[in-house]
T-cell receptor, first 113, second 114 residues
Framework: AQSVTQLDSQVPVFEEAPVELRCNYS??????LFWYVQYPNQGLQLLLK??????LVESINGFEAEFNKSQTSFHLRKPSVHISDTAEYFC???????????FGAGTTVTVRA | DAGVIQSPRHEVTEMGQEVTLRCKPI?????LFWYRQTMMRGLELLIY????????DSGMPEDRFSAKMPNASFSTLKIQPSEPRDSAVYFC????????????FGPGTRLTVL
């Protein structure tokens, strides 16, 4: 079975400052890794994912995450946040070639002006 | 595409009543997932289907919960009888071949059991 630990439950950050959300996973098999974002009163949306290939993956709105197999991590970063990035962020893992996801507890990011 | 559709968006009921939540997945997706989200327990997978067949229901809390998928375009999650501790947001998600393991979530149903 797979599991995910998100190390920070809440991250306050000022607008235009960088942010990093930490995610560690546990699995005995190869994995796929995901970051989902949930805006208030909405469902989750995929932000980015790692399936194979380059360990650095990017989203269209400036987020990036790096798969580190030796440290079993998939941390999410953004060099400069906007007010609109205020949301809850979930790290998730699945076994290779499996559609079932295990989610972390989530990290609430609050961006202040 | 309209995305995953869930109904109702909000449901308020009294303890002991039957509650039925509905989901229409994205056309062509052959996996459907039901999740529950609460402050205390976070996001929990309740059950998922592949080609309308339940594959893993180990997350269903107890016998009061049941889920069905009579065809590829419709699924229900039923709670009978409902209890206050069932109050949560219930999400449906779908995925399939061609979307590279991305799950598409519906807007959720916010259930309040009084």
């Amino acid at each position: 079975a797979q599991s995910v630990t998100q190390l920070d439950s809440q991250v306050p950050v000022f607008e235009e400052a960088p942010v990093e959300l930490r995610c560690n996973y546990s699995s005995s098999v190869s994995v796929y890794l995901f970051w989902y974002v949930q805006y208030p009163n909405q469902g989750l949306q995929l932000l980015l994912k790692y399936l194979s290939g380059s360990t650095l993956v990017e989203s269209i709105n400036g987020f990036e995450a790096e798969f580190n197999k030796s440290q079993t991590s998939f941390h999410l970063r953004k060099p400069s946040v906007h007010i609109s990035d205020t949301a809850e962020y979930f790290c998730a893992v699945s076994a290779w070639d499996d559609y079932k996801l295990s989610f972390g507890a989530g990290t609430t990011v609050t961006v202040r002006a | 595409d309209a995305g995953v559709i869930q109904s109702p968006r909000h449901e308020v009921t009294e303890m002991g009543q039957e509650v039925t939540l509905r989901c229409k997945p994205i056309s062509g997706h052959d996996y459907l997932f039901w999740y529950r989200q609460t402050m205390m327990r976070g996001l929990e997978l309740l059950i998922y289907f592949n080609n309308n067949v339940p594959i893993d229901d180990s997350g269903m809390p107890e016998d009061r919960f049941s889920a069905k998928m009579p065809n590829a375009s419709f699924s229900t999650l039923k709670i009978q009888p409902s209890e206050p501790r069932d109050s949560a947001v219930y999400f449906c998600a779908s995925t399939g071949q061609g979307v590279f393991y991305e799950q598409f979530f519906g807007p959720g149903t916010r259930l309040t059991v009084l």
